[in-house]
């Protein structure tokens, strides 16, 4: 083998390994520093960053969140033990009255929050609606989809293949590296202005 040849497949494999083996996303934010609102108390609320959480951009009119919620409460139910599972809502459009309705409708099981402000939203990076964002230690793990069910809009897998947001959890909890740290999620655009 020469010794170009080496050098392409050792380069080869490090990208590879940078690329697949998906060292922690390793983006710190300031998650304690955003003042969200509790939907069901309407006081205010700051999120503690010590134990893992995931936060999950919804809106209450976005078919896919609705069709999401099942989901949503099959995860909590498997990991809320360990892991805080916390619904955000961007920005002033929504009532609190209407993302009652929406959990109630849904039977949705976790804590709601309101970012009025939409500055958590920004930090995080949530462009659309269901997105989740997995932290542990106030460090970003994961971002983007729950699952591929839906790989363009207007288009639904009929099996889903991929659980982003359960392998990634899954990995946090038994202390594995993550594979998969960044996804593109598709859904109903948060409009930040």
Known sequence: MTMHRFLYYLLLAVCFSLFFCGTS???????????LLDIN???????QTDEPMVLLFLSPECPLCQGYTQTINQLQRQF???????????????????IKQF????????PMYLDPDFKLTQEVGASVTPSAALYTKGVLQYIGAIDNAVPE?????????????????????????????????KGCYIHTR
Do not use: C, W
């Open 41 to 47: 108390t309407n006081q205010g609320y700051t999120i």
């Open 25 to 35: 996303y390793a983006q710190k934010n300031n998650l304690h520093q955003h003042q």
């Open 153 to 185: 809009l207007g288009k639904k897998r009929v099996v889903v293949t991929q659980f982003y947001l359960q392998d990634a959890v899954e990995s946090v909890l038994h202390g594995r590296p993550i594979l998969i740290t960044k996804t593109e999620a």
């Open 103 to 110: 959990a109630d409708k849904y039977k949705l099981g976790i």
């Open 80 to 98: 809320g033990s360990e892991v805080k599972f916390m619904g955000i809502f961007s920005g002033k459009s929504h009532r609190s009255d209407d």
